[in-house]
């Protein structure tokens, strides 16, 4: 079974830029989330889809991030206009969603920032 | 106040030794999750071992176990006889309210991790 996909791997660019990240979850996985873990951090989630709907997006900085997950795949974060402190690996994960259970995050490989 | 506390910035142990990596948790809800993740220095978050609020027993897979002591609200992380391959980063996380419905926000929340360094 093929894990969560994410691209770019690296990116880098100068401040005031814009950026987009994308992840493709499990397949069947109807729960996608975006975490960002800032270096020496654990990762801080930003965003949760329930299928193609937001479930908590309370952390996300709204004046300059969004994200989408159109038809309830794959999602994409993006980043206008990008801060220094914006520099972070990007973390995508998935879950099944069941009624009960562990329901274990599954992640993908990440996305580096770097805001020059 | 942190809700996932991991005292231990950095260990080094020695090959084939065990090791507990710690973990202390807050939180006021009786319905909780707690997971374990391991992330190698290539960066993507393995799952290790998950331990639910209302599990009896300590959770086990394979070489890790999971020492949970509910009363004193601590989720420690035993890995037996450590590999080379062990060393990385480790992240203690919890998921506050198990009972889903709906769809609520479930999503997990990480202590700032133990570097851990198996030496030869």
């Known amino acids: 079974e093929a894990g969560v996909a994410q691209s770019p791997r690296y990116k880098i660019i100068e401040k005031r830029q814009s950026v987009a990240f994308w992840c493709n979850p499990i397949?069947?996985?109807?729960?996608l989330y975006w975490y960002q873990q800032i270096l020496g951090q654990g990762p801080k989630l930003l965003i949760q889809f329930q299928n193609n709907g937001v479930v908590d997006d309370s952390q996300l900085p709204k004046d300059r991030f969004s994200a989408e997950r159109l038809k309830g795949v794959d999602s994409t974060l993006k980043i206008q206009p990008a801060k220094l402190e914006d520099s972070a690996v990007y973390l995508c994960?998935?879950?099944?969603?069941?009624?009960?259970?562990?329901?274990?995050?599954?992640f993908g490989p990440g996305t580096r920032l770097t805001v020059l | 106040a942190q809700k996932i506390t991991q005292t231990q910035p950095g260990m080094f142990v020695q090959e084939k030794e065990a090791v507990t990596l710690d973990c202390t948790y807050d939180t006021s809800d009786p319905s909780y999750g707690l997971f374990w993740y391991k992330q190698p220095s290539s960066g993507e978050m393995i799952f290790l071992i998950y331990q639910g609020s209302y599990d009896q027993q300590n959770a086990t897979e394979g070489r890790y176990s999971l020492n949970f002591q509910k009363a004193r609200k601590s989720a420690n992380l035993v890995i037996s006889a450590s590999q080379l391959g062990d060393s990385a980063m480790y992240f203690c996380a919890m998921r506050e309210g198990l009972e889903y419905s709906g769809g609520g926000a479930d999503g997990l929340t990480f202590g700032k991790g133990t570097h851990l360094i198996i030496q030869p």
């Open positions: 994960a998935s879950s099944l969603r069941k009624l009960a259970g562990t329901d274990t995050q599954y």
């Open positions: 397949s069947g996985h109807a729960t």
